[in-house]
């Protein structure tokens, strides 16, 4: 092949990567794409990972059109060397998940007690998982249970208890003087082995067995149905975080970040939302705010940041929910209330001069990027 040809070649191979990569994984942190091509004796080769079956078929259909001899070195995940334990289950209050496998690295986020995962593949003690919200990130192998297909189905049809208060524990016998087996926040899910007095006996994924105060628990079926949550629900349960710390890449009772409080919050109303800000400003519906504020109700997303302008592109850097008459409760150093009110002790001039637009989640549930723990499909056993 000529120098010139072989160049036209790999720009057209490239293009073509780039093309599937901005279609069906636009954004990395909940889709991998990561595909190379080099040349070695006249060859094309292929290599990298996807998790995206439909990407790589179409991928493989665009480079046969070219005509061009090839290697497909591309890994297509969850790894071969899971097996069949490409399913995994949250096995501590908060597990910390982190942007590359390994301790030190940054916290991207977190995920709740009984959260179901899906592993795509190890490295060095750590497992790359796939959240609910389809975040991918690392977490170590501490803080889930694999399982397999069977185990997770199993699961899925357990019946199961949500804990509900901010924080507590469970403990070895029907007794909290007992022995603790563990700390509890707020969302953790666990298997219902039973009752006894007071205390609910619960399974942990890795078969630990724990006792529960009642009172602190509800049935997690019963808890799913009869969540129907209202702007005024959405607010009680953001208020309950009142104080609690900002911790970066949060989404639990012990720490949040700004997303992670809205996550959080709408978590514990049978919502799921987006991880990350920049993200939950595509979901839901748009109010307009082009003249104030009135169009707003309780429970509605307000999003902050820097807008485009002919040089730079739209950047959304903080979220919160508003709760009424001009207030609103975010996390900004620990969660807290402010107001776009200039004459409120609580005025917070940088918000206001910061707000890009707003986002109504209720309303949309199921619907415009918003989904139902419910309609869940890692919930719900259809993953």
Request: net charge negative.
């Amino acid at each position: 092949m000529p120098v010139m040809a072989q160049e036209d070649k790999m720009n057209s191979v490239n293009k073509i990567i780039d093309d599937v990569k901005n279609e069906f994984a636009p954004d990395k942190r909940v889709a991998i794409f990561q595909i190379e091509a080099k040349t070695d004796s006249g060859k094309v080769i292929f290599s990298g990972e996807t998790n995206l079956v439909s990407a790589k078929e179409k991928l493989t259909t665009l480079i046969n059109s070219l005509q061009i001899e090839y290697v497909d070195n591309i890994a297509l995940l969850p790894t071969a060397d899971l097996e069949d334990q490409i399913y995994g289950l949250v096995n501590l209050s908060v597990a910390n998940i982190r942007t590359q496998p390994d301790h030190p690295e940054e916290l991207s986020t977190q995920a709740l007690l009984g959260t179901p995962v899906k592993i795509l593949k190890k490295d060095s003690g750590f497992f790359l998982v796939q959240t609910p919200d389809e975040y991918i990130s690392w977490v170590d192998d501490a803080g889930i249970t694999p399982i397999s297909k069977l185990q997770y189905s199993e699961w899925v049809n357990s019946q199961k208890i949500i804990y509900l208060k901010e924080y507590g524990f469970s403990y070895s016998s029907a007794d909290n003087a007992s022995d603790r087996v563990s700390d509890l926040t707020a969302g953790n899910i666990l298997v219902k082995l039973g009752e006894e007095n007071n205390f609910i006996k619960v399974k942990y994924p890795d078969d630990r067995i724990a006792f529960i105060e009642k009172e602190y628990c509800k049935n997690y079926n019963d808890w799913l149905s009869e969540t129907k949550p209202s702007g005024s629900d959405i607010i009680a349960s953001a208020k309950k975080f009142m104080g609690i710390p900002y911790l970066w890449g949060g989404t639990s009772a012990k720490g949040m970040d700004c997303s992670g409080f809205t996550k959080t919050v709408y978590y514990l109303n049978g919502i799921v939302l987006a991880r990350d800000a920049s993200q939950q400003v595509n979901t839901g519906i748009l109010i307009d705010t082009e003249n104030g504020f009135d169009n707003l109700i309780a429970g509605d997303l307000l999003f902050f940041g820097s807008r485009a302008t002919e040089v730079k592109k739209e950047r959304v850097t903080h979220v919160a929910i508003y709760i009424g008459n001009y207030e609103f409760i975010h996390a900004a150093g620990r969660v807290k209330i402010n107001s776009f009110d200039k004459n409120a002790d609580n005025f917070s001039n940088y918000r206001l001069n910061g707000f890009i637009r707003a986002k109504r989640i209720l309303g949309s549930v199921d619907n415009a990027g918003v989904t139902s723990l419910l309609k869940n499909k890692y919930y719900n056993g259809e993953l």
